[in-house]
């Protein structure tokens, strides 16, 4: 039996979804952005709204583990033998899936706190 390494997702695919620098500016961008949009017009409803895609965002990193591996590599993994290891890379990807489980916590109660509270500013 040959062991071929399973497909992998496309770099373009990881960035956007598993980067976890780019998923929390994107996060704190598009706060600031309708805090400066609510502050202008004086209407809160559109920063407590924003709060949802908070949500959002930090449920994609907290699922950054499960979301960067395809089916293949997850099956691979659930069939490792004794023998094998995981690679420097796969243990600091492991490390990165850590850290984006607590951002995206973070993001979510945040993201929350602002939906269900961001109007009463105002």
């Given at each position: 039996?040959?062991?071929?390494?399973?497909?992998?997702?496309?770099?373009?695919?990881?960035?956007?979804?598993?980067?976890?620098?780019?998923l929390?500016?994107?996060?704190?961008?598009?706060?600031?952005?309708?805090?400066?949009?609510?502050?202008?017009?004086?209407?809160?409803?559109?920063?407590?709204?924003?709060?949802?895609?908070?949500?959002?965002?930090?449920?994609?990193?907290?699922?950054?583990?499960?979301?960067?591996?395809?089916?293949?590599?997850?099956?691979?993994?659930?069939?490792?033998?004794?023998?094998?290891?995981?690679?420097?890379?796969?243990?600091?990807?492991?490390?990165?899936?850590?850290?984006?489980?607590?951002?995206?916590t973070?993001?979510?109660?945040?993201?929350?706190?602002?939906w269900?509270?961001?109007?009463?500013?105002?």
């Amino acid at each position: 039996m040959v062991n071929v390494d399973p497909k992998t997702r496309s770099p373009f695919f990881l960035f956007i979804f598993t980067n976890v620098v780019f998923l929390t500016t994107s996060a704190i961008l598009w706060i600031l952005f309708w805090i400066y949009i609510s502050s202008k017009y004086d209407n809160w409803k559109w920063f407590s709204r924003s709060g949802s895609v908070l949500i959002i965002i930090g449920s994609i990193l907290a699922f950054r583990s499960t979301i960067r591996l395809t089916s293949e590599e997850r099956e691979r993994r659930r069939n490792m033998t004794i023998i094998e290891t995981f690679t420097p890379l796969e243990k600091a990807d492991q490390e990165k899936d850590s850290f984006a489980i607590i951002i995206g916590t973070i993001l979510m109660i945040l993201g929350t706190l602002i939906w269900a509270y961001g109007d009463l500013i105002n």
